[in-house]
Nanobody, 115 residues
Framework: QVQLVESGGGLVQAGRSLRLACAASGVIFRSKSMYWYRQGPGKQRELVAGISSGDITNYVDSVKGRFTISRDNAKNTVYLQMSSLKPEDTAVYYC?????????WGQGTQVTVSS
């Protein structure tokens, strides 16, 4: 059974940093692309960042230069380092895994950025 468990969310002031982690089990982690999505209040879920099995990364324009996605295949974990956080980054952040797109999802972790 595939499990994705996010951690690292919380309340932070604007301009500060947070690092999210997502631990995967029940899946051949190194063969999967990994993604971070988010859903803010009253908004649709959006893809924030992705990293392929070959470590190719992509980001939504609004986080480029501020967020960094990385993976540690030895630990079956993907990270999202978030810097210079803004109130508009407030959302539930979800980890996802798949070959071409998100097939498996975590339950999400709340990130709240205060102004």
């Amino acid at each position: 059974q595939v499990q994705l468990v996010e951690s690292g969310g919380g309340l932070v002031q604007a301009g500060r940093s947070l690092r999210l982690a997502c631990a995967a089990s029940g899946v051949i982690f190194r063969s999967k692309s990994m993604y971070w999505y988010r859903q803010g209040p009253g908004k649709q879920r959006e893809l924030v960042a992705g990293i392929s099995s070959g470590d190719i990364t992509n980001y939504v324009d609004s986080v480029k230069g501020r967020f960094t996605i990385s993976r540690d295949n030895a630990k079956n974990t993907v990270y999202l380092q978030m810097s210079s956080l803004k109130p508009e980054d407030t959302a539930v952040y979800y980890c996802a895994a798949g070959i071409n797109g998100a097939d498996y999802w975590g339950q999400g972790t709340q990130v709240t950025v205060s102004s």
